[in-house]
Nanobody, 123 residues
Framework: EVQFVESGGGLVQTGGSLRLSCAAS????????IVWFRQAPGKEREGVSC???????DYIDSVKGRFTISADNAKNTVYLQMNSLKPEDTAVYYC?????????????????WGQGTQVTVSS
């Protein structure tokens, strides 16, 4: 059974930090690129950061220098360290897995999705 479980969300003040975890099981973790998405109320879901063993890491401009994605393959877990948080980072954060297809570490399609974890940044 494939499982993809996010954790680490919560309420934090502007400028604070959170570390999200995405623990995977039931599939060969190393073969996939892992992407952190987020979706704020009334907004479209957006990919925030990705990581793969073959294509490295990438970030959207709005989080560069503040967020860091990393992976512990022995634990089948991907982390998203979020520093200097802003109210506009408030969203439900999801992780997803897919195969890369020439767009760096951003997959074209996704095979597995987590349920999400809420991040709220107060001003």
């Amino acid at each position: 059974e494939v499982q993809f479980v996010e954790s680490g969300g919560g309420l934090v003040q502007t400028g604070g930090s959170l570390r999200l975890s995405c623990a995977a099981s039931g599939f060969t973790f190393d073969d996939y690129a892992i992407v952190w998405f987020r979706q704020a109320p009334g907004k479209e879901r957006e990919g925030v950061s990705c990581i793969s063993s073959t294509d490295g890491t990438d970030y959207i401009d709005s989080v560069k220098g503040r967020f860091t994605i990393s992976a512990d393959n022995a634990k089948n877990t991907v982390y998203l360290q979020m520093n200097s948080l802003k109210p506009e980072d408030t969203a439900v954060y999801y992780c997803a897995a897919g195969f890369t297809a020439g767009w760096g570490c951003w997959p074209r399609d996704y095979d597995y999705w987590g349920q999400g974890t809420q991040v709220t940044v107060s001003s």
